[in-house]
């Protein structure tokens, strides 16, 4: 692997994909000291053209190689759909710029490693935006775990609920084809478990440490005459259920679900160990967390705490760069939860745990 060097001038970076998602990176991308926006790049140019005027981007491109022969930026944050982000990102990789790459990594464990490979080879900083480490309660709780302040870790519980099929929280589904796209394989849809099953599996997992083996459990309900609205044939899970053993011993269930009425977006983490327990319930904020230890473990009792600020994943990009160290989660840590994604899909098909080979490295 080649030594990353550091930049001491400002970052100039590259959007790639400027759909819903980019606009999330613009504006936080702009709230980092030493990033300069440069350029937006879209296969539709016209999208590409809108966005870079609603954020003030000088330079726009139709194509990764156009950005690429320009040579006016030294990162990317790739924010296409996830069947592209594994031909950009090496693309990119190959002409030494730093990449910041959406979630999920890749489509497949495979292209992942290809990735991570391709990384390792250029020698730049490397990273997947999964976002909810941007959470200080997160970044908190797995220090606290980390320390070895629960003691050995005995049972997990994780969910990440969702209430869009059940609700019009969101909208109507029926008639939206932001959301009818993510409910047919057809048109790319890894169901809820590619969506945001890849975001708890990296939320449960950070803290409490790789997984040994999952079982796992898909379902699709039925929404609509035939199972079908229009041009999209509503055949990608609507949840999914599984139960892990961690590496390390702890057994857990983790959980997704849009159907869950009541929560919007909960995200919700439970760890516990031989000296106490932690939790996390993304309804109470993003830095807040609650802990059972010490003489509150013995009355059942939970203190409350709140996080310290920390810097999200944009800022943590940046910083990597200009300080010529990586930052964490890490391309090896997007292809490791490809991985668990993986053997998801194989679970279900099989109605049978499947084990996981030990992670190599240490990828947070
Ligand atoms: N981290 C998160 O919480 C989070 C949230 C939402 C979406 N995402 C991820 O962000 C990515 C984009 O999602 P979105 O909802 O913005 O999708 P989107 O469809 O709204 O936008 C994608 C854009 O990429 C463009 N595009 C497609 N192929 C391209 C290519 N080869 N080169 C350049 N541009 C290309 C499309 O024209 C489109 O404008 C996905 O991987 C998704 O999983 C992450």
Redesign the pocket.
């Known amino acids: 692997m080649k030594k990353t060097s550091r930049r001491s001038g400002p970052v100039r970076l590259a959007i790639?994909?400027?759909?819903?998602?980019?606009r999330q990176h613009a504006i936080k991308f702009k709230e980092v000291k030493g990033c300069t926006l440069v350029a937006a790049?879209?296969?539709?140019r016209e999208?590409a053209e809108t966005f870079a005027q609603t954020h003030g981007i000088p330079e726009i491109y139709g194509?990764?190689d156009e950005l690429l022969a320009a040579g006016t930026v030294d990162a990317v944050a790739i924010?296409?759909?996830?069947a592209?982000?594994a031909e950009?990102a090496i693309q990119c990789l190959k002409a030494g710029k730093h990449v910041l790459c959406?979630?999920?990594l890749a489509v497949n464990y495979p292209d992942a490693q290809r990735m991570v490979k391709a990384a390792a080879k250029a020698g730049v900083i490397n990273m997947v935006?999964f976002?909810y480490r941007d959470m200080p309660s997160l970044q908190a709780v797995a220090k606290l775990v980390h320390s070895g302040k629960l003691g050995e870790i005995r049972h997990v519980e994780a969910s990440y609920l969702q209430s869009w099929l059940a609700s019009k929280v969101w909208g109507d589904w029926r008639t939206d084809p932001k959301w009818l796209w993510r409910l047919s394989s057809q048109h790319g849809s890894k169901g809820v478990l590619g969506d945001v099953g890849v975001h708890i599996l990296d939320f449960a997992t950070f803290p409490a440490g790789p997984l040994k083996s999952v079982y796992c459990k898909l379902k699709t309900f039925d929404k609509a005459p035939g199972n079908r609205i229009g041009e999209y044939l509503l055949d990608a899970n609507d949840s999914a259920v599984m139960t892990v053993e961690f590496a390390n011993g702890a057994l857990g269930t983790i959980h997704t679900t849009r159907w869950m009425g009541g929560h919007a977006n909960r995200l919700y983490l439970k760890i516990a160990g031989t000296l106490g327990s932690v939790v996390i319930d993304g309804d109470w904020g993003t830095n807040v967390y609650r802990t059972s230890l010490g003489s509150n473990l013995d009355k059942a009792k939970w203190r409350e705490h709140k996080a310290p600020r920390t810097p999200n994943n944009y800022a943590r990009f940046i910083r990597g760069i200009r300080t010529g160290k990586q930052e964490e989660p890490t391309f090896a840590r997007g292809a490791e939860v490809q991985r668990v994604l993986d053997a998801c899909y194989v679970s279900d098909g099989k109605n049978a745990p499947v084990k996981l080979p030990a992670a190599k490295a240490k990828a947070h």
């Open positions: 790639i994909g400027t759909g819903g998602m980019a790049v879209d296969v539709s999208r194509s990764v924010v296409t759909p996830d592209f982000h950009v959406e979630k999920p935006n976002s």
